[in-house]
Nanobody
């Protein structure tokens, strides 16, 4: 089992920044990829970004490219999502996820989820 705990959400004005953190514990070696997803009210959960634990290679959803940056600290078993130039449409509950490249490609396949952290961007 892998346990994931997110933090760093909150309320911010459009154009502002937030940094989300995800602390991983347990059998973290079983997951090669860490990712962030988000779910807005009335919408399906969607992929935001992911990072490979060992190589550090990253992928982003088109909607956040150039604004969000995912990173990891392997020594601390932590993953971060730096969100800049936030827009009201970024408002959602953000979830940390762990798994493989395949399972983090689809929210229905994700192996492990955190409890989520609310991000609200006011206009």
């Amino acid at each position: 089992q892998v346990q994931l705990v997110e933090s760093g959400g909150g309320l911010v004005q459009a154009g502002g920044s937030l940094r989300l953190s995800c602390a991983a514990s347990g059998r973290t070696f079983s997951s090669s990829v860490m990712a962030w997803f988000r779910q807005a009210p009335g919408k399906e959960r969607e992929f935001v970004a992911r990072v490979n634990w060992s190589s550090g290679s990253t992928n982003y959803a088109d909607s956040v490219k150039g604004r969000f940056t995912i990173s990891r600290d392997t020594a601390k078993n932590a993953v971060f999502l730096q969100m800049n130039s936030l827009k009201p449409e970024d408002t959602a509950v953000y979830y940390c996820a762990a798994g493989s490249y395949l399972t983090t490609s689809n929210p229905r396949l994700v192996d492990y989820w955190g409890q989520g952290t609310q991000v609200t961007v006011s206009s």
